[in-house]
């Protein structure tokens, strides 16, 4: 459930627009396996005389830049993943917009599960698993309990026997 705030120097036509949603919501879901159908993309644009890298504004440099934030769920995915999603949105950005400067930032935000959520729900609280009736799967953790156990034990019997 990525959250994706993308913030650009200069307006974009609509086709652009579009066409960028698409493709952010493409890698967040092929590359760090994201639910489309829970994917937000917010598109706003600034003005480029007001946007300044090096204390040149961009309209004086004639340039482009953009500023991505991305919000998704602590722990879901891999550093490599991260930064090969990082690479990949940065090349889509280069392809759309018209002479991207390379101070292009895009920040992946992992936030903790307790304090991240939609629809009145932590993420935490829809990684519990549950039951039709809406209690608490108690075999489910009983067993995964046990998975832990047993992989905990072999551990320790392994070290004991060498």
């Not at 917010?42 to 340039?63: F, M, P, V």
């Not at 039951?131 to 998975?147: C, M, P, Q, W």
Request: net charge negative; with cysteine.
């Amino acid at each position: 459930m990525p959250y994706i705030s993308v913030q650009l120097s200069s307006p974009i036509d609509p086709m652009t627009a579009d066409s960028l949603a698409q493709g952010i919501t493409h890698i967040l879901s092929n590359d760090l396996g994201k639910k489309e159908e829970l994917t937000a993309v917010n598109i706003t644009n600034s003005n480029s005389a007001q946007w300044y890298i090096g204390n040149r504004s961009l309209d004086t440099r004639h340039e482009q830049s953009a500023y991505v934030d991305i919000k998704i769920s602590e722990g879901s995915n891999s550093k490599n993943e991260i930064k090969n999603a990082i690479a990949k949105l940065y090349e889509l950005l280069n392809h759309e917009l018209d002479n991207l400067s390379e101070v292009s930032y895009i920040a992946l935000d992992e936030v903790d599960q307790t304090n991240w959520g939609y629809g009145g729900k932590t993420q935490h609280e829809r990684a519990i698993k549950r039951t039709e009736s809406g209690a608490i799967d108690t075999a489910f953790y009983l067993n995964k309990g046990r998975k832990e156990r047993t992989v905990s034990f072999s551990s320790i019997f392994k070290r004991i026997c060498t």
